[in-house]
């Protein structure tokens, strides 16, 4: 800039030359500046700077062309500190200069690169400030434009700010597919996918409460920030954004971390919007550290209170009445209920574009406080209003993940409900709640959707699966092949997030339809508050509530018991060995049987049971349990989902399917045992237990037995798989049937096992096969041998042909051999 400064043209055209260079290099640095954390107001006064050298240059098409440049950069400054309404004036601005460049061009598309770069931050800056209309307009023109001159990549970046747009509005689904359709153009043009791109989608994945999975992928985009170290501004970014998923994670630590490290960058930036909002991370990882230890810091309650009052009105509204709302809840664990209320009243209620966690807290605060004045059917009104406005944004999701995942915004509002109804010992009411607030994912009536771009992106994982496999038997390196398989499983796990679709929301189940359709039937429906396990047992016309101890230690003993069958799993152990572990099961079992079994007995008496297992619980093989063999167990996540699956009409197809996998040991003459009890069913063994010949001989079945080695996958569960000719099949793929298999059975692997998201959602191979239409699921919660299998399967398979119900078949199954048929009846029975 000084050596620009100490020029002295020697005549206009030199000094014509001279201005436009000097304007577009201070535009540059200004540009630059914005991405590497410089100061807003130095660059707003540089711009100011060489806008007074404009009614110098003589040329009107050069005076607009640089006219259009310095707003539209001035815009970028004014939004980077949040000031989104001043920035669109100026964009205004830029694009009118542009408009006129355009028109005066002979041809205008090299032109159309800044001309759509405006045309698209306005359209950001719109939905920031939540003129969704204005936004949509601005994003659609620039769209048909880069489409109409096939302007690839300015299309993809379009993609971005209207996947925000989606997202301020509540569409997850439409928001995630719009930055998938980004990236894959951004790959196929070769150009470098800009971190802000997995910043956003991180960013939706936060709004569909998948924080683990936001947390996860934040952390691949800090890892590549960090060597990018100039990026201050996005690094800063990002980091709010983990913070944000470390507290939905609760881990409060780490938010702490994140939150103070993002906000000492915004400090620097001056962005107001962005410090308040690291501020109000901190405050929250603080209050709930506070209310969860009892330990409340005298200063608290003023700190979220100067907090609140130091934020700029009305821009920071939100941020502002969510410190409130802390400051809420602090006063009201410290008894100053009059304090609280005063407090709360200038809570604004929610608008529009208001994010479902304000609505959800808001909710919180004010059944807290009616359960502070001892209003406590008030709490649970406020707390039915706050999960019914939680099921409208559950209702726009996609993919099963999406579906399950919105539970986490409402957890605190459901922990709190259950607690006020246990506290009442009120048995029918706590039935209703628990049903109101768990598993909702299976409410939703299946609708079968194929995804070409999602089958295709499976299709390579499997054949870079087989590709590894083969690499390790020629003794070839397999790093390169590792690495493609994850990004390619990644991409697929991606748009898994917003391909499914879902029907109708099935209405909650009451307690006299469950119980007229229970018969001679029990069911015991788990709950827990804090560490307290109670059991709801509906059985012969009553129903009735059963303190059952502490939640962490049945927590404790199932995950022994499960660590125990594990062991025992493998067909030829030592006898010395067998014998130490089949001790210790049996004294975990032991353990369950006492804790959860014996004190219901006199509600249960002898008759077979619906279990509605909670949290840890769902690792359970209750078939095992001394005081329950023998006895027909069909578990279910909910008493809503097993009605649904109960009342589930069966195929009229009578078709039989009966799978082989590769690689099982003395399993050779078991299908030909199965055979005999289904003369004409289709048998897909070696060769031609391919993926695609199976799912085409699964889909409208009335039974299919799959006997194949498989794997849980506990970090991406809808990517469980069972090992077939030609590589895995995964639970993605089966749920997509149009008609998956009215009865599926799982004769080899731990395919039972979920992962258990807040409010009970259980996300794995089965859960998936029942969400998606099947009505029953036979599979183990632990390892089984091959052998064990077998025997297991031959079993079972001739109680089914002698005309027992699926449950009644496989309790006489388990009880032959307990400890190494740890499997389960899941869905109806």
Known sequence: MAMLDSVDPVDDGDRAQWLAARIRLTNSLVALG??????????????????????????????AELSGAIDHNYGLLLMAVGQNENGISYFDASIRHKDFVLASAADPVPLLDPYLGTMITRGLAYTRSGDVGRAREDLAHAMDIAEKHELRLQAADVRRPLGSLELRIGNVP???????????????????????????????LLAAGLADEAGRHLDEVLEVMHEQTSITRDLADVELYRASAALMSDDLELARRYAASARRRMLRWGCQTCVANATIIGLRADVRDALRTDEIPPTLTARALRAATGMPMPRLADQAALARMLAVRVELRKGKHQRAAELLARIPRPGKLTSVDYRMLRRLCRAELAVAEGDKARALAEIRVGLTELDRVRDRMGGLELVSGTA???????????????????????????ERTRAQSYRYEPVAVTDPDLAERVGEVRGLDQAIHQAQHDGHPTAALRAKYTERLREAHRLGWHTGRWGRPRPVAGLAEVGDSLGER??????????????????????????????ARAGESARMLNVDLNALAPDQLPGPLVHSVLGSARKQTERLDTQ???????????????????????????????????????????????????????????KVVLVRGPGLVGTRGELDKLATHYRTAQTLTGSEATVKAVLRALDGAKLAHIAAHGAHEPENALFSRLELADGALFAHEMAGLAQPPSQVVFAACELALNRIRPGDEALGFASALLASGSRTVIAPLSRVGDEAAAAAMDDYHRGLAEGAGPATAL???????????????????
């Open 408 to 434: 986490l915004h409402g957890r605190e509002l459901a922990d709190l409900a259950v607690k006020i109804v246990l506290e009442r010992s009120d048995a029918a009411r706590l039935f209703g709640w628990t």
């Open 34 to 63: 914005t991405e590497t954390g410089g100061e807003v107001a130095a660059g707003l006064a540089e711009l100011d700077e060489v806008r007074s050298l404009l009614d110098e240059v003589g040329d009107p098409k050069l005076r």
């Open 811 to 829: 309790a006489d199954t388990i009880a032959v051999d307990p400890f190494r048929r740890p499997f389960v009846c899941l869905g109806a029975g």
């Open 174 to 204: 439409a928001a995630l597919r719009l930055y998938e359709e980004s990236e894959r153009i951004y790959r196929a043009l070769g150009v470098e996918i800009h971190p802000l791109l997995r910043l956003e989608q991180g960013q939706a």
């Open 596 to 654: 959860l079994i014996r004190p219901l007995m006199e509600l249960i008496g002898d008759r077979g049971l619906v279990v509605v297992p909670t949290g840890s619980l769902y690792a359970v093989p209750w078939g095992v349990l001394p005081g329950l063999r023998s006895r027909p167990i069909v578990v279910a996540p909910s008493a809503t989902a097993w009605l649904g699956a109960e009342r589930s009409k069966a195929p009229r197809a009578r």
């Open 522 to 551: 029990a069911l015991v429906s788990f709950a827990s508050s804090d560490d307290e396990l109670v059991a709801v047992v509906v059985a012969g016309g009553r129903c009735e509530l059963v303190h059952l101890g502490s939640a």
